[in-house]
Each structure stands twice: as C-alpha cells, then as structure tokens.
C-alpha cells in the first residue's frame, strides 16, 4: 500500500483529493493508499444526505467564519480543524470478499483500528455504532466510505487534541444518533486522546504495510472537484 502525508491548502481542495483518488483507483490499476491531513483552519463537513439547517448551526459558523461543507461519503456531522487527524483509505476491491460490500468492509477496516489502536493507548478500544472508535462509551473517531466498481474510500477523524466547545457551538444534537451516546452532549460524548499526530500515523502506517511512494496525485482533478463541486452552494447546501 501506498503511504500519503498530503494536507492541501483549503477544505474543498482536502475533500476533493479524496474523490479524486478513488476515481483515480476506480480506473486504473494500481495499489491502495492510506492519506493523512490535518486542517490548519476549523470548518464543518457535512455527511452526504445530511440536511445543513438539521444539523447545523449555520448563524454560529457565520459569526465565526466558519464555512460549512458536504463530503461525498455518508455518515454524520463533523468538525475539523486543529488537533483532528484525518486519514483516507482508498483501497481495490475486485475479488477481495473482506471489502465484498459495506458491511464487511466496516468490520475488516474498523478492527485493524480497534486493534492499533489498543496496543498505542494501552486500554481497551471498543467499536460502536456502526464504525466509531470509542474508550468506553466515549467517542474519539468516526467514519464512513463510499465504493465505486473497483475501488472503495474509508476515511475518518481522530481526536487528538479538537476544540470541543466549538464543535459544541457549531452542531446542533444529531438527526441520528447511536444508541450508546444516549442523547449526550457533544462534550459529554467525545473525547480526545491526547497523543501526537506522529505516533498515530506510525502505528496506522505499520498497520496497513504503507510505505512511502512516487504516489501520482491528480492535482488537475483536485482541482476541478474542488472549483466546480465542493466550494458551490449547490454541492453544499443540496439537502
């Protein structure tokens, strides 16, 4: 597997670099890569089918100045910024019956996480919901894919060291929510973990067998993805 530490210079661009590489994989041969950013500013994604007046306080992020974005993969509500450290798996799926569909591909990718993510921390990590890494029943990573014919996109967050009362201020209480968070504020239901950056890449990068690559990046999709989709309010506002 191909290893890529790349964090472009805006969110639109971020989030078009993930699309861009699974179109990318869904076309060509080649191997799958793990990517890993990190926002140097806070603005917040929203999950495909999530509605922005359902989910978020767009009066809050407008005194902020914080925009407000749609990824092109399921899932909830996030915020990213500083101390969220972001990874993309973009991985081949043809004949490979542990990424067959969604189902089990959520298992084969979550437990690899569960897993690294014990033997970093020293505790027990547990998987809840549908692809949340939790230290009991709080919540310090969530995430989601998409999959075209030949190639799939799981990506998701780590808190290590977020701003919490801004995602507060920023979020209203999911439309959705897991049975374990049981109604929980934000603050009440995440954590962060408190560790660098550097020692969750090495242990994930361990874990896929990713080395460092002449990996191609396809700036020019980037970004066209990035001007024509994810900065319109069409893309962003859709629902």
Same mark, same amino acid.
């Given at each position: ?44 994604? =929203?999950?495909?089918?999530?509605? =922005? ?6 009066? %809050? ?63 027990? =990590? ?70 660098? %950056? ?8 361990? %874990? ?17 993805? %990035? ?13």
């Amino acid at each position: 597997m191909n290893y890529l530490d790349l964090t472009l210079d805006s969110p639109a661009e971020n989030l078009a670099c993930d699309e861009a590489l699974l179109d990318q994989l869904d076309h060509d041969s080649g191997d799958g890569i793990l990517r890993f950013w990190e926002a140097q500013r806070h603005f917040v994604v =929203v999950g495909y089918a999530n509605r =922005v007046q359902s989910e978020v306080d767009q009066a %809050a992020c407008e005194r902020r100045g914080v925009p407000i974005l749609r990824r092109c993969t399921g899932g909830g509500t996030v915020l990213q910024g500083p101390g969220c450290l972001n990874y993309s798996l973009i991985l081949r799926v043809t004949d490979d019956r542990a990424l067959g569909n969604i189902p089990s591909t959520n298992r084969f990718v979550m437990e690899r996480h569960r897993e690294t993510f014990e033997r970093l921390l020293n505790q027990p =990590v547990s998987v809840r919901g549908c692809t949340d890494l939790t230290l009991g029943d709080v919540k310090f990573s969530g995430n989601a894919q998409r999959r075209k014919r030949n190639a799939l996109l799981f990506h998701g967050t780590f808190l290590l060291h977020s701003d919490v009362q801004l995602l507060s201020e920023l979020l209203r209480m999911p439309t959705q929510q897991p049975a374990y968070r049981r109604k929980r504020s934000h603050a009440a239901f995440v954590t962060n973990l408190n560790i660098s %950056a550097e020692k969750v890449r090495d242990a994930l990068k361990a %874990a896929w067998k990713a080395s460092e690559s002449g990996e191609t990046i396809p700036r020019e999709m980037i970004g066209r993805l %990035a001007r024509d989709k994810y900065v319109t309010s069409e893309w962003n506002f859709k629902f």
